[in-house]
C-alpha cells in the first residue's frame, strides 16, 4: 500500500474492541481508526465520542464505501466474518478479521478466494503468536530445552457462564448459527492455532463431542486426537459445564528430555521440567493484548516486514476444529 497511514474502519465495536483491540489501531504508528460501525448508531456514536473517533456508521456498506477508510477491521460474531470480510476487499480495502475466521472452514476457503482475486490482503486475529508470553514458549520448544517433542496434550475447563441458564436469551457463543458451534469453537481456535504455529500443519484430526450440561443445544464437551505433518500427535479435552474446583487451562508440550506446561487464556506462570528440576518462567504481556499483533500487520502493509497471521494459516484452524466437531 503506498499510504503512510492505515485508516481503519471498524465493523462491530462490541466488547472485543474496548481493551484487546481498540486501542492498539491508535497506539500502532502510522495507524488510525476513522470510523466505527454498529448496527445501533446511539452505540456507535457513544463508543467514537468516547474515544476521539472522527465517524459512525450503522451500515457496513457505507463504512467499507467511505474514501478515507483503507483497511476494515470486523469484530462481529463469526456469521458475518465472510460477508464483512468479502465486502470490504471486493472493495479494495485490506480485511483484519477476529479469530475465528469464518464460521465454517468452507467460507474460510471463500475469503481467501477473493484475497488472491482481488489481491487484497486479509488478517486473522490470532494475537498470541505475537505475544511476550508464548514466543517464550516457541523459544524453549525451538531450543531444545526439552529435547525432541514427543507429544502435545490440551486440556480444558471451565464452569458454565451465568449466562448460559438463560434459556430465553442465550449468548451468541453457544448459538452455532452464528459463532459456529458452542464455546469450543470460540475458546479452541487460540489452543490450536498456538499449536499449529509451533509445531506445524495438522494433517489428521478426528474427534467426539457430546452435550453433558443440557444448557444450551451446541455441544459443551469434547475430546479429540490429532497429527501434525511432522508426525507428531496430541489430543485435547474440553469441558464448559465444569463444576468450578475442575477449573483448567493447560497445555503440556512433553520432550524427551522434559516437559513444559502453559496456559492459553489466564497466562500462569509457564514452568519448565527438565533434569534440573521444575522452573517458574513469568512473562508479562502489553495491556492491550492485540497491539503487537496489529503493530505487525501495519508493518506487514507499509512493506517493513511479512506478518504470518493471514487468512491461509487461520483457514487450517477451522478445517481442524470441524473435523473434531465432525462437520466434515
Known sequence: MSEKVIKWGFIGCGEVTK??????????????????????????????????IKKWYDDAQ????????????????????????????????????????AQT?????????????????????????????FLKVKELVDNGSIGNVINVQIRFAQAPRDLDYNKENLPWRVQ??????????????????????????????????????????AEDTLSACF????????????????????KEDRIEIIGDK???CFSVFTYDPIALHTEKG???IAIENPEHVQQPLIQAVVDHLLGKTKCTCDGETATLTNWVMDKILGKM
Open 258 to 260: 522434559g516437559q513444559i
Open 19 to 52: 481493551t484487546k483491540s481498540g486501542p492498539a489501531f491508535q497506539k500502532v504508528e502510522h495507524s488510525e481508526v476513522i470510523a466505527v460501525m454498529s448496527r445501533d448508531i446511539n452505540k456507535a456514536e457513544a463508543y467514537a465520542k468516547e474515544r476521539g
Open 227 to 246: 497429527q501434525f505433518d511432522n508426525g507428531l500427535v496430541g489430543s485435547g479435552s474440553w469441558c464448559f459445564v465444569a463444576h468450578d474446583s475442575a
Open 62 to 101: 457505507e463504512l467499507i464505501n467511505d474514501p478515507e477508510i483503507n483497511a476494515v477491521y470486523i469484530a462481529t460474531p463469526p456469521s458475518s466474518h465472510a460477508t464483512y470480510a468479502i465486502m470490504a476487499m471486493k472493495a479494495g480495502k485490506v480485511a483484519y478479521i477476529e479469530k475465528p475466521m
Open 176 to 217: 452455532a448459527d452464528i459463532s459456529g458451534g458452542g464455546y469450543f469453537y470460540d475458546l479452541a481456535p487460540h489452543q490450536i492455532d498456538l499449536l499449529q504455529d509451533m509445531f506445524g500443519c495438522i494433517l489428521e484430526a478426528n474427534g467426539y463431542k457430546s452435550n453433558r450440561g443440557g444448557l444450551y443445544p
Open 278 to 280: 521444575r522452573e517458574e
Open 105 to 133: 472452514y468452507e467460507e474460510c476457503c471463500r475469503i481467501n478466494r477473493i484475497s488472491k482475486e482481488t489481491g487484497v490482503p486479509c488478517f486473522v486475529a490470532y494475537y498470541r503468536r505475537y505475544l511476550p508470553y
